[in-house]
């Protein structure tokens, strides 16, 4: 069954500083994936998706992240965080081939983003 | 144009209760999926309806059903309520057509079993 890996529960970090949250998933069959992003008491919204196509996706809001289908991974990168960045992040993969678009998710990543 | 709303936003229920949560897909979706996210964990896909049929369901008993109306509109039950079900339950559509692979989530009700 497929499974979702996000090492980092919390990752503090310095505001303009860069940051990864890590994710990795367990099945090397033809995947969708996803970064959600949920700040409190709020339900969540979609940060980024991996359809097709180029390895390397961008968030309007300088977020990327990069499908590495070798090593199974979908890392969450951004260059310089912001005070606002502060929120839970949650992985996703979704198995394109079962013809159903049920998500796993991670058990999310906590990014504090320190003054 | 709204996104997908959930009602309530907050509930609170005794053990052994039953319960009914309800969602509204966003304008032009036709599939709803249903999630339980606990404290502290990431959602946990419960099922997944399409056509007013359940298409795919999780590792959830059967104390949790569900139902799609005409509108596209649906309804989460849960049946015997367990202090284990306190947790926020989070609504997503997705689109007609091409998309389905694209989620989008409501703000989620927040159930409280004591």
């Known amino acids: 069954a497929q499974s979702v890996t996000q090492l980092d529960s919390q990752v503090p970090v310095f505001e303009e500083a860069p940051v990864e949250l890590r994710c990795n998933y367990s099945s090397s069959v033809s995947v969708y994936l996803f970064w959600y992003v949920q700040y409190p008491n709020q339900g969540l919204q979609l940060l980024l998706k991996y359809l097709s196509g180029s390895t390397l996706v961008e968030s309007i809001n300088g977020f990327e992240a990069e499908f590495n289908k070798s090593q199974t991974s979908f890392h969450l990168r951004k260059p310089s965080v912001h005070i606002s960045d502060t929120a839970e992040y949650f992985c996703?993969?979704?198995?394109?081939?079962?013809?159903?678009?049920?998500?796993?998710f991670g058990t999310g990543t906590r990014l504090k983003v320190l003054a | 144009d709204a996104g997908v709303t959930q009602s309530p936003t907050h509930l609170i229920k005794t053990r052994g209760q039953q319960v009914t949560l309800r969602c509204s897909p966003k304008?032009?979706?036709?599939?709803v999926s249903w999630y339980q996210q606990a404290l502290g964990q990431g959602p946990q896909f419960i099922f997944q309806y399409y056509e007013e049929e359940e298409r795919q369901r999780g590792n959830f008993p059967d104390r949790f059903s569900g139902h799609q109306f005409p509108n596209y509109s649906s309804e989460l039950n849960v049946n015997a309520l367990l202090l284990g079900d306190s947790a926020l339950y989070l609504c997503?559509?997705?689109?007609?057509?091409?998309?389905?692979?694209?989620?989008?989530f409501g703000s989620g009700t927040q159930l409280s079993v004591l």
């Open positions: 304008s032009g979706h036709d599939t």
């Open positions: 997503a559509s997705s689109p007609l057509g091409g998309g389905r692979e694209k989620l989008f």
């Open positions: 996703a993969v979704s198995d394109r081939a079962s013809g159903t678009y049920k998500y796993i």
